[in-house]
Nanobody
Framework: QVQLVESGGGLVQAGGSLRLSCAAS????????MGWYRQAPGKQRELVAS?????RTNYADSVKGRFTISRDVRTVYLQMISLKPEDAAVYYC?????????WGQGTQVTVSS
């Protein structure tokens, strides 16, 4: 069983920066992909960025050039700069193991204009 615990959310002004962290406990496999999703009120959860242990990344078009994902074996980070009001959402850490997906409890990011 995998448990994911996020930290680092909060309130920031537009144009500001935040860094999210997610620590995983339990058995981690080299093939596990970790990433971040977000869900704003009234919207579907969407992929923000993901990364493999070998460093292959995938970003949503809306965050390219502003967000950077990185990880080690058990921790995944999301560095967010130039935040916009539309980035405000609950951000969820995800570990993708093929047919199994694990989720953190979510951390709120609020961006004031």
């Amino acid at each position: 069983q995998v448990q994911l615990v996020e930290s680092g959310g909060g309130l920031v002004q537009a144009g500001g920066s935040l860094r999210l962290s997610c620590a995983a406990s339990g058995t981690i496999f080299a093939s596990d992909r970790m990433g971040w999703y977000r869900q704003a009120p009234g919207k579907q959860r969407e992929l923000v960025a993901s990364i493999t242990l070998t460093g292959r990344t995938n970003y949503a078009d809306s965050v390219k050039g502003r967000f950077t994902i990185s990880r080690d074996v058990r921790t995944v980070y999301l560095q967010m700069i130039s935040l916009k009001p539309e980035d405000a959402a609950v951000y969820y850490c995800n570990l993708d193991r093929g047919p199994y997906n694990y989720w953190g409890q979510g951390t709120q990011v609020t961006v004031s204009s």
